[in-house]
């Protein structure tokens, strides 16, 4: 689904609210029957997130220092011995990461990711309110749920992210799971994952993390609504010379591997 296709479904003002998780100087309000809703706000960072307006190579950073779990684990689609790593940073409110999981990734899993010369490690990155109460939930409730609800939330934003965003329409989202409503309210405010995912954002933004998607392809940075004929030839060159910026050999036993295809 493309973002002017989104804006048409869910109206201006909608799909303003949409945006605010990818773009800088706009916040989602806090939801008015949860105070107590984490924020993970890191300040300054935020305003760089026009950047991930457009796809761009920068930097190389350390791909062993990336393959580093944070203090929740990751959470990985793939072979754990797939020789390139690819780590994307997303917001569940955001719309371009949406875009990569409708768009993009499907053809990194039939390419790359089901022949086992990728693998996937999403980290959150989290920019307002929604973005950090959803993330929160979706580390609070059963892990082997984790990728499924995560598709849930980003093929259903026009469901839940609006200009006042409640409670009820996440949990509508994520019922399918079968968590009931009591457990579904302590998940939303879990304050020891937020504090967590707080580290978690805080070590992408000094790995140069400044918007959603960010991804690094074996330590080699693209930013925005990257395209599969965009990552590509990323990936090509890091398998041509996987010796130049592999991550360490031996993954880090609180990683999480799931097939490629998780159903």
């Not at 605010?20 to 809703?37: E, F, H, N, Y």
């Not at 749920?145 to 009820?168: M, N, R």
């Not at 996440?170 to 020891?192: H, M, P, W």
């Not at 991550?247 to 490629?260: E, L, T």
């Amino acid at each position: 689904m493309t973002l002017s296709n989104v804006a048409r479904l869910v109206g201006a003002a909608s799909f303003a609210a949409l945006l605010a998780g990818c773009t800088s100087g706009v916040s989602l309000p806090a939801m008015p029957s949860m105070p107590s809703l984490p924020s993970l706000s890191l300040g300054a960072d935020e305003a760089a997130q026009a950047d991930a307006d457009k796809p761009k190579s920068e930097r190389v950073i350390s791909a062993a220092d990336l393959a580093e779990p944070g203090p929740l684990g990751d959470q990985v689609i793939g072979k754990a011995n797939a020789p390139v790593t690819i780590v994307e940073y997303l917001s569940l409110t955001c719309a371009n990461s949406a875009k990569f999981q409708a768009e993009t990734l499907p053809k990194l899993k039939k390419a790359y990711i089901d022949k086992g010369k990728v693998k996937l490690v999403l980290r959150e990155y989290p920019i307002g309110k929604a973005a950090a109460a959803t993330a929160v939930l979706s580390r609070c409730l059963p892990q082997k749920d984790y990728f499924k609800v995560v598709e849930k939330l980003l093929s259903t934003q026009q469901t839940w992210v609006a200009q006042e965003v409640k409670p009820d329409d996440i949990y509508n989202a994520v019922k399918f799971t079968g968590i009931k409503r009591d457990k579904f309210d302590e998940c939303l405010t879990n304050q020891s994952i937020n504090d967590a995912l707080v580290l978690v954002k805080q070590r992408g933004r000094g790995f140069g993390v400044s918007g959603t998607p960010t991804f690094f392809v074996n330590g080699k940075k693209l930013a925005g609504a990257v395209s599969f004929e965009e990552m590509q030839p990323v990936i090509e060159a890091a398998l041509a010379n996987p010796a130049a910026s592999a991550p360490a050999a031996q993954q880090p036993q609180s990683q999480q591997h799931v097939s490629a295809n998780p159903a």
